[in-house]
């Protein structure tokens, strides 16, 4: 299974819970495409985007079958898109991300499970 991960507000995420799409983030929306990272971009992209922000989940999805696109985002790297909305079937695991005292996010050490 080929696995990209999406980072989101505890709100967003609870709010889409009863539907079986997932449409993105209020960002994801404006841009029109769900942003989501590889399993090693995740730690820059909560520092970057997430800083000291608490009240989040970490998404771990199953890309196959989904029309991913992959971008050149930071860095030059490429970044995986989905440019509909999210099957909520898709999401294989979800983890609450915390922070630790100095504000750096926690990321689960299952996600580096293979």
Request: include cysteine; glycine fraction near 4%.
């Amino acid at each position: 299974m080929s696995k990209i991960f999406k980072i989101c507000d505890k709100d967003e995420w609870e709010e889409t819970q009863n539907n079986t799409l997932f449409e993105g983030s209020k960002n994801d929306q404006i841009d029109g495409f769900i942003h989501f990272s590889t399993r090693e971009q995740l730690k820059e992209t909560l520092e970057i985007h997430f800083r000291s922000k608490n009240n989040l989940y970490l998404l771990e999805v199953n890309s196959e079958k989904l029309d991913i696109v992959w971008e050149i985002g930071r860095n030059k790297e490429l970044f995986p898109h989905l440019y509909q909305p999210l099957p909520l079937a898709k999401v294989v695991r979800v983890h609450r991300i915390f922070i630790d005292a100095r504000g750096n996010h926690l990321i689960p050490e299952t996600v580096f499970d293979t």
